[in-house]
């Protein structure tokens, strides 16, 4: 079992980047599968999540309107399409995913290394 997150990298206030969360082993299509994020000194926080039952998606009110997570179920792949990044969304994101809901996607066991963003002029 695998989940390998990518996409992170340095972008300017305002820039966008796209996540992805590819897993291998096993079917992702089953599961909630949820981003969170833990910024340095800080506590990890869920930012989005969207359900295996009927891709209903969740979102952090912070990124509410900038964020869109998507999945793509014949990839075995979950994206998140970060757009109007802030410096504080400065973080190191994870992917994973469960079976409990996804209003506790920061209690997500994590199963791989994150990647980091980094939002900086």
């Known amino acids: 079992v695998q989940l390998q997150a990518s996409g992170g990298g340095l972008v300017q206030p305002g820039g966008s980047l796209r996540l992805s969360c590819v897993a291998s082993?096993?079917?992702?299509?089953?599961?909630?599968v949820g981003w969170s994020r833990q910024a340095p000194g800080k506590e990890r926080e869920g930012v989005s999540c969207?359900?295996?039952?009927?891709?209903?998606?969740y979102y952090q009110d912070s990124v509410k309107g900038r964020f869109t997570i998507s999945r793509d179920n014949a990839k075995n792949t979950v994206y998140l399409q970060m757009n109007s990044l802030k410096p504080e969304d400065t973080a190191t994101y994870y992917c994973?995913?469960?079976?409990?809901?996804?209003?506790?996607?920061?209690?997500?066991?994590?199963w791989g290394q994150g990647t980091l963003v980094t939002v900086s002029s």
């Open positions: 969207i359900t295996g039952r009927n891709a209903t998606t």
């Open positions: 082993g096993f079917t992702l299509n089953y599961y909630n």
């Open positions: 994973a995913f469960d079976d409990r809901p996804c209003t506790e996607v920061a209690q997500y066991v994590l």
